[in-house]
């Protein structure tokens, strides 16, 4: 495994330090150098790095039925049979390590100088970004991970040991967040393009993932009582992101070529306002369509146009040309593409309530019900997405509408998980995906190229892994995208 620590930074309307991939502000040092940074500096680039990671997003869009290729485009094969090669998304893996190395660098830095708060901030991170890998690939470099010229072929970790390692680090995240701000521990202020130096914010993101992390294992029948245990202090610890507390990245985009939000850039235009050369490669799927236009959802025309005849219209996932092309689909909506400045979404807080209705629905969480929280999830996502009286709206849509209404509900658990998806439907599709492969909800169906009957489990681990690390690779075995499922799934 290859790793490179990059040191970035830049002044862009205010203080910026952004993003580690190869592109926009992005400057490479030698790792044999001997350079030095802080942690100010590189925490930001960190941040934005995370939130510009495409690759993970738009395949879970796909194979999560929010969207497809139009059929404009030739191509996506792999998408749509599920024969995907050893390259396939490999930059899922690259980038997540590459991205982990920067902010292992200011966890140590910052360790050293006694900067708790950016202790706290970098171990949410690296939660955020393994439990990413593992709900890709499984087993993955952990333990012996981020060692540089020490270990360069680390083993790889069992998944499970990983999970149970993240609750850790997340609680003693939580811990360091809450530490006092004081001359010898700062506040990360303006190097914080997330929150700004909120903590309260921090500690608050830090449970919710920790909610997240110990829900995807409710298959696993041992961990029952250590989700119970891990929910109940969460709660005590500050408890979980709330109303309009909506995880974003703002470091401070430019209407210049390359410096756009780099999601606007790639799905939507060009800094002199042209249709960007990927615009009309994707599009809405027909499941997203349809579940939304059956349920009469006010969200619609927020996620979606509608196509030049005046149709909703989106593309069962696997066709393509004709009648598919993208001016004859739904393509994406206003409140996706917002403007060469919108922020990037690390977590909607519509996100957090449905988690915590879900734990609430299963006997984990106390203090609220199941249905309170759930309503206040569909009412962040019309909020988010900026329905028009979204609260008015989405008071209707859940108390008379059959297909928002969680009383008529006949199975609960899917309506939850259901209304989670359609609010992830734009900026959430890695979790809209994983989340389908542990409930089966909403019932997603196969592409229509489909090679065999059962949707891809997990990614295969990378060819350039497979050529720097054969040895710990080819120790997990025969991995198959199909049979070799993540541990968390039925």
């Known amino acids: ?8 930074f830049v002044i862009a309307a205010t203080f910026l330090a952004s993003s580690c991939k190869e592109g926009y502000l992005d400057i490479n040092k030698n790792p044999n150098d001997a350079v030095s940074s802080t942690p100010e500096l590189v925490l930001s680039a960190a941040l934005n790095a995370t939130a510009g990671q495409l690759n993970p997003n738009q395949l879970g869009h796909f194979w999560a ?7 404009s485009v030739s191509g996506f094969n792999g998408e749509k049979t599920y024969d995907i090669p050893g390259t396939f998304y490999s930059a899922i893996w690259t980038s ?8 292992d660098y200011v966890e140590k830095t910052a360790t050293t100088n006694k900067q708790l708060a950016f202790v706290g901030i970098t171990k949410v991170m690296k939660v955020l970004v393994y439990q990413r890998l593992v709900d890709t690939y499984g087993n993955v470099p952990y333990s012996e991970a981020l060692k540089g010229p020490a270990i360069l072929r680390p083993k790889y970790d069992d998944a499970q040991t990983i999970y149970d390692d993240l609750v850790k680090q997340l609680e003693a995240a939580v811990v360091a967040l809450k530490s006092p701000i004081t001359a010898e521990n700062p506040s990360p202020g303006a190097a914080d393009i997330v929150f700004q130096g909120n903590l309260t914010k921090w500690v608050k993101f830090a449970n919710t993932l920790k909610l997240r992390i110990l829900l995807r294992q409710t298959n696993v029948a041992s961990k029952a009582s250590a989700i119970q245990a891990g929910i109940a202090k969460a709660v005590t610890d500050g408890g979980f992101l709330g109303v309009d507390e909506n995880v974003l990245s703002t470091p401070g985009y430019l209407k210049t070529a390359g410096k756009q939000n780099p999601f606007y850039e790639n799905y939507g235009f060009t800094a002199a306002g ?12 027909d499941f997203f369509i349809k579940t939304l236009v059956n349920a009469n959802d006010p969200r619609l025309d927020r996620f979606a146009v509608k196509a030049n005849d005046g149709a909703w219209r989106g593309v069962p996932f696997g066709e393509g040309s004709d009648p598919y092309l993208y001016a004859k689909t739904s393509g994406f909506g206003p409140a996706i593409l917002k403007g060469y400045d ?7 807080s519509a996100e957090s309530f449905f988690l915590q209705a879900e734990a609430a629905f299963r006997g984990y969480l106390t203090g609220a019900t199941a249905q309170s929280l759930y ?15 979204a609260a008015t709206a989405a008071t209707t849509y859940y108390s008379d509408q059959a297909a928002g209404s969680y009383t008529v509900a006949s199975n609960k658990l899917e309506a939850i998980i259901t209304q989670k998806w359609i609010a992830l439907g734009a900026f959430g599709g890695f979790e809209a995906w994983a989340e389908f492969r542990r409930t089966g909800f909403p ?3 196969l592409s229509t190229r489909a090679v065999g009957t059962k949707q891809p ?3 295969l681990y990378p060819n350039q892994e497979l050529g720097t690390n054969s040895d710990n690779v080819k120790a997990q075995g025969t991995i198959n995208q199909f049979d070799t499922k993540i541990f968390w799934m039925k």
């Open 375 to 389: 309503e206040s999830g569909i009412k962040e996502s019309f909020k988010f997405l900026g329905v028009t009286n």
């Open 342 to 348: 919108q922020s990037q979404v690390l977590m909607q």
């Open 457 to 459: 489990a997990r990614l």
């Open 65 to 71: 039925g929010h969207w497809s290729p139009s059929g």
């Open 96 to 103: 997540s390590y590459d991205n982990l190395a920067d902010y």
């Open 443 to 445: 019932k997603v169906p």
């Open 274 to 285: 042209t249709l960007s050369g990927n615009h009309d490669f994707y599009t809405n799927a």
């Open 1 to 8: 495994m290859i790793r490179s620590i990059k040191y970035i």
